[in-house]
């Protein structure tokens, strides 16, 4: 079965977390991707932990079905050898602080000249041009400075960074949809491009109602906990056992709720029968709820309620998640086996495209893996060639 991105060779000089995320996810989808790594050191992210015998968990968690090979960019001949890769590659991918490809003499303008198909794709903290382009930014300053943090948490509760490193993923994603676009209109114009993606930018294109409700009111939004700031109900409630997050969507749903509580009259009640006057009455309408809901254990709730066509889950904890029939049929916990650590535990695939296999083809690379490959496959590089940049430290 042939992968969709089979024909798509990627340089991949990122490390941590953004730009691994986008080449993991490319080379989940059948790119071939090099990562290029610092001889003795790797990616950054090697050094985090928690560690099965002296390999990170961490990095093998976004570096799947990647090759590696080590080149020492402050060598000039690992500059000649990366240069001679752009030549037969179709996308290069970085995360460095903005400048730092230029200084290596590196830059967009100098591998557009070797390879005019070539397609550049930088993450960085907040772009390649803007007052703030040159400061160094991680996950936890970009979701304070974009606002996310300012709108989660507990209401009147201090402001809190979602859990999953969302400035990192949503940059690695949107690069991955840029550089999909880039190669879709190359295919038209036989032009590469250059994509620039900020994590900040990234921010605030997520912000989603928070945008609206402040452009139309004025005001900043604020935490508002658990429960959705413009929909009612839409937020976890006590159960006998334990809680259960209810989503009535829509003014259909609110029905389907109150039928299933049986509550039936509380549907056509004048302060509760739309949206807007649910959230007007929100105040007086969740203790009526929550007297309700605290009847029945979670389970039985959980199964009236999916009789009933209304949205509900438990508040799964990790290993609730893993264990999930749901996400086990979907493929979504699979086991790979790793040269070192051995058989590893790895989230899944979650594109999944008809006639296209979903399983993660091999593991993330030991340091190096793959460096001697690389050169002669490549670059038809000899045995004695390669063993004479490794002893003047340029792989």
Known sequence: MKLPLENIKILDLTRVLAGPYCTMTLADLGAEVIKIEMPGKGDDSRAFGPYIENESAYFMSLNRNKESITLNLKKEKAKEILKSLVEKVDVIIENFKPGTMEKLGLGYDVLKAINPRIIYAASSGFGHYGPYSERPAY?????AMGGIMSITGQKNGEPTRVGPSVGDIFAGLFT?????AAINRRNTDGQGAKIDVSMLDCQVAILENALARYFVTGESPKPEGNRHA?????????????KIMIAAGNDNLWRKLCKALEIVDMASDERFMTNPLRNKNYDSL?????VEIKKKTTEEWQRIFIE??????????????????QVLARNMIQ?????????MHLPGIPIKISDCDDNIRFSA?????????ILHRYLDY???QIKALRDENVI
């Open 382 to 384: 000899s045995v004695d």
């Open 308 to 325: 009933s066509g209304v949205p509900s889950g438990p508040i799964n904890n990790v290993e609730m998640v893993v264990k999930d029939e």
């Open 176 to 180: 991955s949809i840029g550089i999909l």
């Open 139 to 143: 996950d936890g300053v970009v979701q």
């Open 365 to 373: 690379p030991t340091l190096g893996q793959h460096t001697e490959d």
């Open 286 to 290: 969740r203790p009526l709820l929550a």
């Open 335 to 343: 086991e790979v086996l790793h040269p070192v650590a051995g058989l």
């Open 230 to 242: 413009s929909i009612v109900p839409f937020e976890p409630f006590d159960t006998s056992d334990g």
